[in-house]
């Protein structure tokens, strides 16, 4: 996995030295690609791209291809150094030890030079003989953990009203486990506009929080529309 930034000095450069450190005494090319043809350069986080697509090369067996790979770079001596860029999608076959490895060069702005060496993914070994589910757990579960109860409503007097029943509800059932109740208030219930919350460790906290004055933290109105994410990369750090 190159670093592989696209530019007429620097892939000739790297391409070099791929070439004069893995190409002796091998008979067959080594795959040299680089994940910016497919996102761009994603500069301080350019590396943690490299790293995620070659751990998903390893686990997958499969080398991804290089994406508008149609003009060579002339100045790159591809036969002589041995070097294929993977224009399809291509099966990963071990070397003659039996394992995969992948080598990832990241360049940084300022010199820095970073190479990791990634050896073949190993799948989890399944669990043979697993033990039954009880019913109940053998001890009771102690936590010191804050748990966050969310409340909504289609408006703020309505949340309102509904706290007041919740604390009427809770207190006629006083050995209620806060993570169900929490878990149900989460999942089970709808989202409404009006929204707010309350926390505590147990289910006498959470009543204690929603009776403060002011009851509960303040109610706001959450957004009705989902928002739209973009994602903007230069592809040649300060070019676009």
Request: zero cysteines; a positive charge; proline letters at 10%.
């Amino acid at each position: 996995e190159a670093h592989g930034t696209g530019t007429k000095a620097g892939d000739p450069n790297e391409t070099r030295a791929i070439g004069a450190v893995f190409s002796p005494n091998r008979n067959d090319s080594i795959v040299v690609g680089s994940v910016k043809t497919n996102i761009g350069h994603l500069e301080g986080a350019s590396g943690l791209a490299a790293l995620v697509k070659t751990a998903m090369a390893l686990e997958k067996a499969q080398i991804p291809p290089n994406m508008h790979f149609e003009d060579p770079n002339p100045a790159i001596k591809f036969s002589d150094w041995k070097i294929t860029v993977p224009q399809k999608l291509m099966d990963w076959k071990p070397g003659p030890s039996g394992v995969r490895r992948a080598s990832i060069n990241s360049f940084g702005y300022g010199g820095t030079n970073a190479h990791v060496v990634l050896e073949d993914y190993q799948p989890p070994e399944p669990i043979v003989e697993a033990m039954p589910l009880l019913p109940e757990p053998l001890a009771p579960m102690v936590t010191q953990r804050p748990f966050l109860a969310p409340l909504s409503a289609h408006t703020d007097r309505a949340g309102k009203l509904q706290v007041a029943r919740l604390i009427e509800y809770l207190k006629e059932r006083p050995s209620s486990k806060v993570a169900d109740l929490v878990h149900s208030l989460s999942v089970r219930r709808t989202r409404h506009t009006s929204r707010s919350f309350a926390i505590g460790k147990d289910i006498e906290e959470l009543i204690k929080d929603m009776s403060e004055p002011p009851p509960v933290a303040n109610w706001r109105n959450a957004n009705t529309t989902s928002p739209r994410l973009g994602f903007v990369f230069t592809g040649q750090g300060a070019q676009w």
